[in-house]
């Protein structure tokens, strides 16, 4: 078991493609930590020059404090788990799981314990004599981590393994995976682009975005405290409410301009981030959906919206809001600038199942006043001073 | 009040008429019929070939009767088994080579980034373009340069030099539809390059291996002339230069020379019909990707 260190990494590929851009992240001893991000974000190749399948531009990679960028895939210590599992076809269950340890020399009583062990720890014993067309995705993705198991490898590297199951599938080996994890205690560094399997299985949670890091933290933190916009809309299903809004002055503190209406901010906002002046740019303003309280009638401290869609998900309801005028004359007032093409600003906020809304519905709702977000309209970075 | 909710009842339909397949079937017979054609065009020459090997001299002439005689005596005419041999020893070293060059060639082009990768790929292919007859000469002089022509080693050098381009394609094409991670898990596991291609990829690729193998088979078996030219000594020259030899005698006996043909002919049908299955899937790779 080691800790891996990634320091100022970059990738540049062919002339100018930077792929991983100055990558540092630090993955501690048995720790799950969870590469995030959006197709081409780089997190793949950090994952391949960790383990060795990828020339590294410059930085360094460190396993166990020892420097791997020139060591050879072999001689790394580290076992991969890949996302069509790369199972060798012509072998055997058994054989798939004992090669490694079969290259390595190891005696055949010795290979057949390490290989009865991990298929006891995957439930793969009784299929331990047949060919990998043989079996089902996810008893194929078993014997992928079984084929990494046996090694005890110092780290296990998985690259999306589960992007080829089913959706039922997916969660029950998100738990096996995450199960098995902590059971060995192997620093793991695992790639995916579902945020909900990163939340989920993660100890921490590094988010990619166009090969930076953009933010690495646990997912519960990650979740109540991104460090930039795009973090906050990439993590949560559904993703944070993002609007870009004006500052108005309003008695000693400020108010969101939304439309026609207004929006208090609470005083302690003026402490605890770093707002900018009113009548300025704006700010990027975020609410989670499960921050949006929709009210049987009107309050004070409401908006007035306008169901624009309904996505009836069984558990709950899932409602698109655009806000309209207090007088309710259905006049879209929130328009988002920065789409290539206006549209109105939604929201979603999340209703009960048996909540009979439907579409063109006006709702007064309330924006959680003690989980507001704010991000800096040009960088996008969270206005939040402290932590 | 509750209501017993009762599914509506179907309403009794007559049995479905089955779909009428007419012009399917009449299209397979008009298929099947064509394919019959093509095999009695195919397979004519054969049965001319064993009717007339199974006649003497005079039965040939004449028209009637069977007999043994041109098989018996025709080692006696021409030294067969000797000139069966030569051709075997060239085939399987020529074959050999070129599994040998192509397989690591194809794998290094299909999965294995270089400088330049891709114009020496389609150098080395392009050379499948140059008929034989257009270097011929040339090779002649070289090969003679190097004092070679005598027995099998230039003609084994000439095949081989023939046959590689055609084996670099198609494991190169072969080697593209083999997953980049099945080597990369090799790899990560402990193997080298040639380890992922000795022990994981070879095992795979016998389709492609088979075909390189049967369709190289052919072509050097049934060759004339480099057998002609390179190999020089008599005691070591193939069987398509031994029945020229008998063909181009004084008096020349068809018979026999049926019977020499089809001992010449076995070998590379034995072969294809063996790698039958592996050929199909061999040839038609990449085609459904």
């Known amino acids: 078991m080691a800790e891996i260190t990634f320091d100022g990494v970059t990738k540049v590929f062919g002339d100018d493609v930077r792929a991983v851009d100055e990558l540092s992240l630090h993955v501690a001893e048995g720790e799950f930590m969870v590469l995030v991000g959006p197709s081409g974000c780089g997190k793949t190749t950090a994952l391949r020059m960790l383990a060795g399948l990828e020339d590294i531009t410059s930085g360094s990679i460190s396993i166990g404090g020892h420097v791997v960028n020139n060591v050879l895939p072999k001689d790394r210590d580290v076992a991969m788990v890949f996302q069509n599992y790369a199972l060798y076809p012509q072998m055997t269950v058994a054989q798939n799981m004992g090669f490694a340890l079969k290259i390595r020399g190891q005696s055949k009583a010795e290979v057949a314990k390490k290989v009865g062990e991990a298929a006891a720890i995957l439930r793969l014993t009784e299929y331990l004599d047949r060919?990998?067309?043989?079996?089902?995705?996810?008893?194929?993705?078993?014997?992928?981590?079984?084929?990494?198991?046996?090694?005890?490898?110092?780290?296990?590297?998985?690259?999306?393994?589960?992007?080829?199951?089913?959706?039922?599938?997916?969660?029950?080996?998100?738990?096996?995976?995450?199960?098995?994890?902590?059971?060995?205690?192997?620093?793991?560094?695992?790639?995916?682009?579902?945020?909900?399997?990163?939340?989920?299985?993660?100890?921490?949670?590094?988010?990619?975005?166009?090969?930076?890091?953009?933010?690495?933290?646990?997912?519960?933190?990650?979740?109540?405290?991104?460090?930039?916009?795009?973090?906050?809309?990439?993590?949560?299903?559904?993703?944070?409410?993002?609007?870009?809004?004006?500052?108005?002055?309003?008695?000693?503190?400020?108010?969101?301009?939304?439309?026609?209406?207004?929006?208090?901010?609470?005083?302690?906002?003026?402490?605890?981030?770093?707002?900018?002046?009113?009548?300025?740019?704006?700010?990027?303003?975020?609410?989670?959906?499960?921050?949006?309280?929709?009210?049987?009638?009107?309050?004070?401290?409401?908006?007035?919206t306008r169901i624009e869609r309904r996505e009836a998900l069984g558990a709950e309801i899932l409602v698109h809001l655009s806000m309209v005028d207090a007088v309710g004359n259905d006049a879209i007032v929130v328009n988002d600038s920065g789409a290539v093409v206006a549209r109105p600003t939604t929201l979603v906020a999340k209703m009960g199942p048996r909540s009979g809304v439907s579409v063109g519905d006006h709702l007064q709702v309330r924006l959680n006043p003690d989980h507001f977000h704010f991000f800096d309209a040009d960088s996008g970075l969270s206005l939040r001073r402290v932590r | 009040m509750t209501t017993l909710l009762t599914p509506p009842t179907e309403s009794p339909t007559p049995n479905p008429t089955p779909p009428v397949k007419k012009p399917r079937r009449v299209g397979r017979w008009v298929l099947f019929g064509a394919m019959i054609v093509v095999a009695i065009v195919m397979l004519y020459p054969f049965w001319v070939m064993i009717i007339t090997s199974l006649k003497s001299e005079s039965q040939f002439l004449s028209g009637g009767g069977f007999s043994w005689l041109s098989w018996s005596s025709l080692t006696s005419v021409i030294p067969i088994g000797q000139e069966v041999l030569s051709s075997t020893i060239v085939c399987s070293a020529s074959i050999l080579i070129i599994l040998c060059v192509g397989l690591p060639a194809g794998f290094a082009f299909a999965k294995l980034r270089f400088r330049m990768s891709t114009v020496v790929f389609l150098v080395i292919v392009s050379a499948m373009m140059v008929p034989l007859q257009a270097i011929l000469m040339p090779e002649f002089v070289n090969v003679t340069r190097l004092h070679l022509t005598g027995g099998y080693l230039g003609a084994i050098i000439v095949y081989a030099s023939l046959g590689t381009p055609f084996s670099v394609f198609l494991f190169t094409t072969y080697f593209r539809g083999v997953p980049d991670e099945l080597i990369e898990a090799g790899i990560v596991d402990g193997l080298g390059y040639f380890g992922a291609l000795w022990r994981l990829v070879l095992p795979i690729a016998v389709p492609a291996i088979a075909t390189v193998t049967v369709l190289q088979f052919i072509q050097i078996w049934d060759d004339l002339l480099v057998g002609l030219l390179f190999i020089q000594n008599t005691s070591e020259r193939p069987i398509t230069v031994g029945l020229a030899v008998l063909a181009a005698g004084r008096t020349t006996s068809i018979p026999q020379l049926m019977a020499g043909s089809l001992i010449s002919a076995l070998p590379a049908m034995l072969v294809y019909l063996g790698f039958q299955r592996y050929l199909v899937k061999g040839l038609t790779m990449g085609i459904d990707r």
């Open chain 1, 131 to 304: 060919r990998p067309k043989a079996l089902s995705g996810g008893q194929r993705q078993r014997v992928a981590m079984g084929r990494a198991i046996v090694r005890s490898p110092q780290a296990f590297l998985m690259d999306e393994p589960l992007s080829n199951l089913d959706a039922q599938l997916r969660v029950e080996m998100r738990l096996e995976i995450a199960r098995i994890q902590r059971l060995l205690g192997v620093a793991t560094v695992y790639v995916t682009h579902d945020q909900i399997e990163a939340m989920t299985m993660g100890d921490r949670v590094a988010v990619m975005r166009g090969g930076k890091l953009q933010q690495c933290d646990t997912p519960q933190d990650l979740y109540d405290h991104p460090k930039n916009d795009f973090v906050a809309g990439f993590m949560g299903s559904p993703p944070m409410n993002l609007l870009r809004v004006a500052l108005e002055a309003h008695d000693d503190g400020v108010v969101l301009v939304l439309g026609s209406q207004r929006l208090v901010v609470p005083p302690s906002y003026a402490t605890s981030h770093e707002l900018p002046k009113v009548d300025g740019p704006g700010v990027v303003f975020g609410i989670r959906p499960e921050d949006v309280e929709v009210l049987d009638g009107s309050a004070p401290e409401s908006i007035t």
